[in-house]
């Protein structure tokens, strides 16, 4: 009963910024987690960034300094923001929400691409 929309998605040149939006609605969990993921064409899905309900984050080596995750709980709401993007950041980025409670419970979201390229 809970979707979840990402958005902000584009193509942008080296260097550039974009923020994706990832909007939970439905029968959202009480309290959960919420994680951005992302796929190469060609390549395994990776994680990305992780936010706890909380506020706790953590980041792959590859984008931190340069990505920022955030969550909005009053608008069921996840953010990142990824600034001094690389070609190697093209993706389609995904969200993801976890009941906290139970771990097993998760929605994913459709997906938003990302095209870093000059």
Do not use: H
């Amino acid at each position: 009963q809970v979707q979840l929309v990402e958005s902000g998605g584009g193509l942008v040149q080296p260097g550039g910024s974009l923020r994706l939006s990832c909007a939970a609605s439905g029968s959202i969990f009480s309290i959960y987690d919420m994680g951005w993921f992302r796929q190469a064409p060609g390549k395994q899905r990776e994680l990305v960034a992780t936010i706890t309900w909380s506020g706790a984050t953590a980041y792959i080596d590859s984008v931190k300094g340069r990505f920022t995750i955030s969550r909005d709980n009053a608008k069921n709401t996840v953010y990142l923001q990824m600034n001094s993007l690389k070609p190697e950041d093209t993706a389609v980025y995904y969200c993801k929400m976890t009941d906290y409670f139970n771990r097993l419970r998760e929605v994913w979201g459709q997906g938003t691409l990302v095209t870093v390229s000059s």
